[in-house]
């Protein structure tokens, strides 16, 4: 492949590519409290995620995007409000919902599609089943035809072969 990946040297697990216009963030958000320094991850995964979203979402920037997807691993709970509640934050008041944003998950492998996630009309959750219960999941990642709705920008396909 011919994608540009980048991992921070502060956080190697983590990693960000551009494709087709879209952003993609990988972010270390495992389903429970893993180390003892919780609460600065959450912080520096927040921090990073809004960094790179504010950077190519600028009306300067030299790689503009139409469109975020962010992968963790985590269903969210309590112990992910720092992370989630300050990119609401950032997602309602800087960026004010004007891109398309997909947080795509694994965590309970229990199906879930959640438009409007936390209670932003532009931010969409989908959490898939995973193991080998159903087929891989099949995205169709398109937010520069399909504008600001996130449910077309991020359609899915779950039972396609």
């Known amino acids: 492949h011919r994608l540009n990946i980048v991992h921070p040297p502060e956080r190697p697990e ?4 551009i494709h087709k216009s879209t952003l993609y963030i990988g972010t270390n958000l495992p389903g429970g409290q ?37 992968f ?11 992370y989630f509640e300050t990119l609401q934050e950032y997602v309602r008041y800087e960026l004010k919902n004007k891109v398309p944003m997909l947080y795509l998950c ?7 599609y959640e438009p409007n996630y936390y209670n932003e009309y532009n931010f969409l959750r989908i959490r898939i089943t995973g ?6 999941l099949k995205m169709i990642v398109d937010p520069a035809t399909h504008g600001n ?13």
Not at 14 to 17: A, D
Not at 149 to 161: C, K, V, Y
């Open 106 to 112: 694994a965590d309970s492998h229990v199906w879930m």
């Open 14 to 17: 983590t990693f960000t590519f």
């Open 131 to 136: 193991g080998t219960k159903e087929p891989p």
């Open 149 to 161: 709705n996130p449910s077309m920008a991020f359609r899915h396909e779950r039972f396609w072969n």
């Open 34 to 70: 893993t180390c003892c320094d919780w609460t600065n991850m959450m912080r520096d995964q927040a921090t990073w995620t809004i960094d790179l979203i504010r950077t190519h979402t600028d009306v300067n920037a030299t790689a503009p995007v139409d469109g975020v997807v962010i």
């Open 72 to 82: 963790g691993h985590a269903s969210p709970g309590v112990q992910h409000a720092l």
